[in-house]
């Protein structure tokens, strides 16, 4: 399947060749409409799992998108919660990828090599700041 920004906006990868692949919010919607007839209750597992497809390749917009996808998700959840309020809804990642990196320390030359982070921190940083 296709990310969201490839099917709903750029229309690349697979989506000429299959044009009807359904979301996230579509198949959480249809799971959660078929599983709520059951009498004695379920278990749904809704996992964005292509953002981690696209994080490790450092495909950041696709990720970005899926995981609007994924909010989208768990606002149906919460939106079929407020009807059900025996529901629990549990949102957690699995792990994290270079989406998750924020910066590096600066490398300052009169920084001493090997130094410690809190030490070019404090190196670079004038005291009484």
């Given at each position: 399947m296709d990310g969201s920004l490839d099917r709903l906006?750029?229309?690349?990868?697979?989506?000429?060749?299959?044009?009807?692949?359904?979301?996230?919010?579509?198949?959480?919607?249809?799971?959660l409409d078929m599983l709520s007839r059951n009498p004695y209750g379920f278990f749904l597992m809704v996992e964005a799992a292509l953002i981690d497809?696209?994080?490790?390749?450092?495909?950041?917009?696709?990720?970005?998108f899926d995981t609007?996808?994924?909010?989208?998700?768990?606002?149906i959840a919460k939106d079929f919660a407020k009807k059900h309020p025996d529901t629990l809804?549990?949102?957690?990642?699995?792990?994290?990828?270079?989406?998750?990196?924020?910066?590096?320390?600066h490398q300052d030359p009169c920084v001493k090599k090997g130094a410690s982070t809190l030490q070019r921190v404090t190196q670079i940083i004038p005291k009484g700041s």
């Amino acid at each position: 399947m296709d990310g969201s920004l490839d099917r709903l906006y750029l229309k690349k990868n697979t989506v000429e060749q299959y044009p009807n692949q359904p979301d996230l919010t579509e198949m959480t919607q249809s799971a959660l409409d078929m599983l709520s007839r059951n009498p004695y209750g379920f278990f749904l597992m809704v996992e964005a799992a292509l953002i981690d497809k696209f994080n490790p390749s450092l495909d950041w917009e696709r990720a970005a998108f899926d995981t609007i996808m994924l909010s989208n998700a768990v606002q149906i959840a919460k939106d079929f919660a407020k009807k059900h309020p025996d529901t629990l809804i549990i949102v957690t990642p699995d792990h994290t990828h270079s989406g998750s990196i924020g910066g590096v320390v600066h490398q300052d030359p009169c920084v001493k090599k090997g130094a410690s982070t809190l030490q070019r921190v404090t190196q670079i940083i004038p005291k009484g700041s």
